[in-house]
């Protein structure tokens, strides 16, 4: 049976994933990289949440506040999937 995403969307990020974390298996690397789009989804889309949420004083559409707070975001979520 293949180690490899039997899928393919997103299955080399998941390959690449599973290939740099040595305790990983592919199930996690699969969740990693639906998380991570997820996360990405939710922070760009336009729902407004963001001024709902602060009562205005941010804003949803402002890709340079929200890009690098969602890579470290992302980044990390990776590593505590990845390494447990």
Known sequence: ?????PWRANSMFADILNDMYERADLERSIRAVLFCVSVMLGTFAA????????????????PNAAYPLMVDFIV?????????
């Open 76 to 84: 990390g979520g990776i590593r505590a999937v990845m390494e447990q």
């Open 47 to 62: 729902t407004r949440r963001v001024e709902s949420i602060s009562e205005g004083r941010h804003e949803s559409t402002d």
């Open 1 to 5: 049976m293949s180690t490899r995403a």
